[in-house]
C-alpha cells in the first residue's frame, strides 16, 4: 500500500526538490506553493530524510478535505486511519496553521484535531486511557482557503539541521538554501567554486557535500527513527547504504574566505565536523583582496545585504568591488543572494537569471551571471 509523502520547501525552490525527488526515483511527484508531494513506502520514509538537501521536513499525509465547521473538521479528522502510524503508546502532539480560512483560530483546531486523533485511536486499540510513553508523533493541521491537509511529521529537527553545524554566526544562511544555491548554478565537482563571504563555511561544505555524494542527514536523528511501523532495520541498512556511496577519493577544488577571522575558525570545526575539510581551502581575506584562482570557475555567495543601519554604504562599495573583480575574467559565473534592489547597478552588470528566494524572512533575489562553459580537455 503506497504511502502520500510530502517534502515542505522554502517558497522559490519547488523545482529543485523537485528534481531531487525525481533523481530519488520517487513517484508521482507534483509541486505546489511550498511543497512537493509524492507517493512512496516506508523506506521512501528513510530515503527522503537521509538524502533531500534542499527540503524542509519530510512529512506523511493523513487527508485532505474541506470543512468550514468543527462538527466537519471533527468527523474527518476521525474518519482518517491514525493507528495505522500511532502505537497504543505513542505521544502525540497537534501543531497548526490557517490562512484565508473560515475556520482561523489556530488552537481551537488543533484542539478539535487531538480530540479527534484520541477518539480513533481509543476505538482502535479498546482503551479510554493512554500513557503516551513511547515514540513521539508531531501532527499538523493546515489549513488554507477551507482546505484542511493533515500530516505527521517525519523528520523532527528541519532537514537544514545537518549535525555538522553545532555553532553558526548571525544570520546564518540554512544549509537547506546553501545546497539550492548550489545545484541552480552551473557547479559541477570537476569545476572550482569560491566563496568570498563563506561565514561559517556553509556554502563551501554543502558543495563539498554534493560532490563527494555525503547523505545531508547521515549525521542527525530523525523523529521516525522510533516508530514501530518504520522500525529500526530500514534505517541501519540506509545508512550502511550512505556510508558505502560516499567518494572519498574525490577531492574537489573548493575555497572559501571571510573578513571575520573567528568565521573562518567556525569554518574550518564545521568542514571538519561534515567530513570534507581536507577538500575546501579557507583564509581570512577581505573581498577586494581576492584573487580569482583560475579561469571557468564558479563563484557563488551569500554577501552582507546592509540591513543594519549605517551598514549600507559599506555594502554597496562591496558589491562594486565584487563587480570589478569579476570582470577581471569573464569566464568566471557569478551566482549571489541579496535583498538589495539595486545590486546590479552597484555589481555593474544585468543578471543572465534572477530568481526570487526567501533567505529566513529577508526576501531575496538570486542574481545569476552565467560565463561560458569551458573548452573540452
Known amino acids: 500500500m503506497s504511502i502520500q509523502l510530502i517534502a515542505t ?14 533523481a530519488l526515483g520517487f513517484q508521482n511527484i507534483k509541486t505546489f506553493d511550498g511543497k512537493v508531494e509524492f507517493e512512496g513506502e516506508e523506506k521512501d520514509i528513510v530515503t527522503a530524510n537521509l538524502w533531500l538537501r534542499c527540503a524542509g521536513r519530510v512529512w506523511v499525509k493523513m487527508g485532505s478535505f474541506r470543512a468550514v465547521t468543527f462538527t466537519e473538521l471533527f468527523d474527518q479528522t476521525k474518519a482518517l486511519p491514525w493507528g495505522d502510524w500511532i502505537p497504543a503508546d505513542g505521544k502525540f502532539t497537534v501543531v497548526g496553521k490557517s490562512v484565508k480560512s473560515t475556520l482561523f483560530s489556530v488552537s481551537d ?18 482503551l479510554d486511557w493512554f500513557d503516551e510513553t513511547g515514540a513521539e508523533y508531531t501532527i499538523q493541521v493546515g489549513i488554507l482557503k477551507d482546505v484542511v491537509t493533515l500530516a505527521i511529521d517525519t523528520s523532527g529537527s528541519g532537514l537544514h539541521k545537518r549535525g555538522y553545524r553545532a555553532n553558526a554566526l548571525d544570520a546564518p544562511l540554512k544549509e537547506t538554501l546553501a545546497s539550492a544555491m548550489i545545484q541552480l548554478s552551473y557547479w559541477r565537482k570537476d569545476r572550482v567554486l569560491l566563496d568570498p563571504f563563506c561565514g561559517s563555511g556553509t556554502i563551501p561544505i554543502e558543495a563539498a557535500m554534493i560532490a563527494r555524494n555525503i547523505a545531508p542527514g547521515l549525521s542527525r536523528k530523525f523523529a521516525s527513527e522510533n516508530w514501530e511501523r518504520i522500525g529500526k532495520d530500514l534505517w541501519k541498512e540506509a545508512r550502511a547504504k550512505a556510508y558505502q556511496a560516499i567518494d572519498y577519493d574525490c577531492m574537489p577544488q573548493i575555497y572559501g574566505s571571510d573578513a571575520d577571522p573567528d568565521a573562518i575558525a567556525l569554518a ?3 568542514a571538519e565536523k561534515a567530513g570534507v575539510d581536507d577538500c575546501i581551502a ?3 581575506a577581505r573581498c577586494e583582496e581576492i584573487k580569482l584562482p583560475c579561469h571557468y570557475g564558479i563563484l557563488i555567495t551569500n554577501p552582507p545585504y546592509g540591513e543594519r543601519l549605517g551598514e549600507l554604504r559599506e555594502v554597496e562599495e562591496i558589491y562594486r568591488a565584487l563587480g570589478r573583480i569579476m570582470r577581471e575574467d569573464m569566464t568566471w559565473s557569478t551566482y549571489l543572494i541579496t535583498s538589495m534592489e539595486h545590486f546590479e547597478s552597484l555589481f555593474g552588470r544585468k543578471a543572465d537569471k534572477k530568481r526570487k528566494l526567501f533567505n529566513g524572512r529577508i526576501k531575496t533575489d538570486y542574481y545569476q551571471f552565467e560565463g561560458p562553459r569551458p573548452p573540452k580537455a
Do not use: D, P, S, W
Open 9 to 22: 520547501t522554502t517558497f522559490g525552490l519547488e523545482a529543485v526538490v523537485k528534481r531531487e525527488c525525481q
Open 109 to 126: 483546531c488543533q484542539a478539535i484535531v487531538k480530540k479527534a486523533v484520541v477518539e480513533k485511536l481509543k476505538e482502535k486499540y479498546h
Open 268 to 270: 574550518k570545526e564545521n
Open 282 to 284: 579557507f583564509q581570512v
